[in-house]
């Protein structure tokens, strides 16, 4: 007996967390849901939901779901190759521990600052523009400008190749020398090896890596924000301007289209989850 | 080295440090030439009453955020760890949440949820903003907290203080935190980071903190907005130095971080 009420009265310790989360996270996002399908007078609708599939919505939705797309998987591959050069035999060691600290700290330089470094270097007065200018070849006149869907793409990676360079160091850490040495031994060439053991031990960190990523672009929204004045369409974009702008006349559609953006989440979540599973086991 | 990856990374190299080194070429332009080299887009800065108020903002923001956060979370983990460590993966998938919902959908949330609560709560960036600060910093305090108190041995600690005849609130201040004090830094490094970085709530909740004033100088004058961007990258690299300094001690964990987008 005396052990159940010492049980209970443990549970009690924890209450101040659970109440908080229940008030700040719990709360708010069943409030999203609700308002997701409402009706501006009264009474629950699905038209907010039913809405999101008409212009602009489900365009934004595509440009947003394209860009993710694009930075995550460009994103990771680029990043899987220079956290492997890195890391590979033959490579200082100090390289991998700078590159490790500067990962750390570019991945978490994103939003403003990072808008406006990228409109120093590539913007119409740039630096790597004017360099071009100067040498004849002006790539403003050509339909290569950083405010469009390619420029943000471009921006993007950023914050998304440190970030897969960080996610990924561990797995190509678990890559073990001996079966490099087993393959070679066997016969096995360069490419065989890469073919039969590396990508295979690697596949399910860097499915799961890329979809980090694809979640890490697509909630992006001060980047784009500084970046295009709202210009491209992407759904964080279209919801914010839903608040700051005037266009208020249904928040419940900016609920909706909240709500859309935790389905598309939440369908990223259920790939990643067994994904991380199995890539667990070559893990150290 | 081989040369494939002498290639990727100078690649690499080049695409991270050509936007830093532009930046630092335009904070050295004049506003009203566009020639170099003048140091006054960094005199602005630091003579704009604007530029101080909104740091103090996003500084004291970040204090607040960060005792909050210690205060829900270390006697928490400390729990969990001595008594119910059945609830521990419970408490890692919520501090996890945050990390997979976009901060723009929480904001929505927030705002739907709080409108219309009283205004020292829902009009004062000590208030509403905090409030969502913590709920940001949960994943990065979480995991280094739990690293920390995993390091050690909780029990242990826990009797012998006990034995000695100390009290519950002395135990966790005195014998616990001193052992736990290199992850609680960690986490509040990253939390540091975080909130001096974060735009996406505090604009749609009309907060003016230091990214909204970066913000409104990148709209308004180009070259001061250099410098403020470099001021902003010195910022990150400065918490996450700390981090790395505190990370070098055991039990702190390598966490990865994912701030303002």
Same mark, same amino acid.
């Given at each position: 007996m005396?052990?159940r009420?010492?049980?209970s ?30 009706g501006t ?5 699905f038209?907010?939901?039913r ?8 365009d934004a ?12 998987v ?10 492997y050069?890195?890391i590979r ?30 409109i ?7 630096i ?5 200018r ?12 950083l ?13 998304q ?6 996610v990924?160091?561990?797995a190509?850490d ?8 087993a393959s070679a031994?066997?016969?096995g060439s ?8 590396g ?8 499915l ?29 974009i279209?919801?914010?301007?839903y ?6 006349n ?15 989440l939440?369908l ?16 150290k | ?6 290639l990727?990374?100078?690649l ?13 070429l ?5 506003n ?6 003048t ?7 630091i003579h704009?009453?604007a530029?101080?108020h909104?740091l ?8 607040e955020?960060?005792?909050i ?9 400390y ?10 993966p419970v ?31 829902? #009009?004062?960036?000590?208030? =509403? *903003?905090a409030? %969502?600060? !913590?709920?940001l910093? &949960?994943?990065?305090?979480?995991? /280094?907290?739990?690293?920390?108190f ?5 029990h ?8 000695l005849?100390?009290r519950?609130?002395t ?10 004090r290199?992850? #609680?830094?960690a986490?509040? =490094? *990253?939390?540091? %980071?975080? !909130?001096?970085?974060? &735009?996406?709530?505090?604009?749609? /909740?009309a907060f003016?903190t230091f ?8 709209e ?10 470099l ?6 690299w ?11 001690k055991r039990?702190t964990?390598?966490? !990865? ?5």
């Amino acid at each position: 007996m005396s052990g159940r009420r010492r049980l209970s009265l443990a549970w009690l310790a924890t209450v101040p967390f659970f109440a908080y989360t229940i008030l700040f996270l719990f709360l708010p996002a069943g409030s999203v849901l609700i308002g997701a399908f409402q009706g501006t007078v009264h009474g629950y609708t699905f038209g907010n939901v039913r809405q999101l599939f008409n212009h602009p919505y489900i365009d934004a939705y595509k440009t947003s779901i394209e860009v993710s797309l694009v930075t995550s998987v460009i994103g990771g591959v680029a990043g899987l190759f220079i956290a492997y050069a890195a890391i590979r035999e033959g490579t200082p060691r100090w390289i991998r521990s700078a590159l490790t600290t500067f990962s750390g700290v570019a991945a978490n330089f994103g939003g403003i600052p990072l808008a406006f470094a990228f409109i120093a270097t590539l913007g119409p007065l740039g630096i790597i523009t004017v360099f071009f200018r100067k040498h004849g070849w002006d790539p403003t006149q050509h339909g290569l400008s950083l405010f469009s869907k390619t420029g943000v793409e471009l921006t993007y990676m950023y914050f998304q190749l440190p970030l897969m360079i960080l996610v990924i160091a561990p797995a190509i850490d678990g890559l073990r020398k001996e079966w490099r040495e087993a393959s070679a031994n066997l016969g096995g060439s360069q490419l065989q090896f890469w073919r039969y053991i590396g990508v295979p031990v690697l596949m399910p960190s860097l499915l799961g890596a890329i979809i980090l990523l694809f979640g890490n672009a697509f909630a992006a929204y001060a980047t784009a924000y500084s970046l295009t004045s709202g210009t491209v369409n992407l759904v964080p974009i279209l919801i914010g301007a839903y608040y700051s702008g005037n266009v208020l006349n249904n928040p419940h559609l900016a609920q909706a289209m909240a709500f859309g953006m935790f389905v598309v989440l939440a369908l990223m979540m259920v790939i990643y989850i067994p994904l991380q599973r199995r890539a667990a086991r070559w893990a150290k | 080295m081989a040369p494939s990856a002498f290639l990727w990374l100078l690649l690499g190299a080049l695409y991270f440090f050509i936007p830093l080194i532009a930046t630092t070429l335009f904070s050295l332009k004049s506003n009203q030439t566009g020639h170099c080299c003048t140091a006054a887009n960094y005199s602005w800065v630091i003579h704009s009453a604007a530029f101080w108020h909104s740091l103090k903002i996003s500084a004291l923001l970040a204090l607040e955020t960060i005792v909050i956060s210690l205060l829900l979370f270390v006697p928490t983990i400390y729990w969990v760890h001595l008594k119910l460590p059945k609830l521990r993966p419970v408490i890692a998938f919520l501090a996890l949440i945050p990390f997979v919902v976009p901060p723009i959908v929480m904001v929505v949330g927030l705002l739907r949820f709080f409108k219309g609560t009283p205004s020292w709560f829902y #009009a004062q960036p000590w208030g =509403f *903003l905090a409030g %969502a600060y !913590v709920i940001l910093a &949960f994943p990065y305090m979480f995991f /280094s907290l739990d690293a920390g108190f995993r390091a050690i041995d909780v029990h242990t600690l826990t009797e012998a203080s006990q034995s000695l005849g100390a009290r519950w609130t002395t135990t966790l201040v005195k014998v616990i935190l001193p052992n736990i004090r290199a992850a #609680a830094l960690a986490g509040s =490094f *990253l939390t540091l %980071a975080i !909130v001096m970085g974060e &735009f996406t709530i505090a604009n749609l /909740s009309a907060f003016h903190t230091f990214p909204i004033f970066i913000q409104y100088v990148n709209e308004s004058q180009g070259f001061p907005a250099a410098s403020l961007t470099l001021l902003s990258f010195g910022i990150t690299w400065a918490a996450m130095g700390s981090l790395l300094l505190v990370g070098r001690k055991r039990g702190t964990g390598g966490a !990865v971080v994912a701030g303002a987008r």
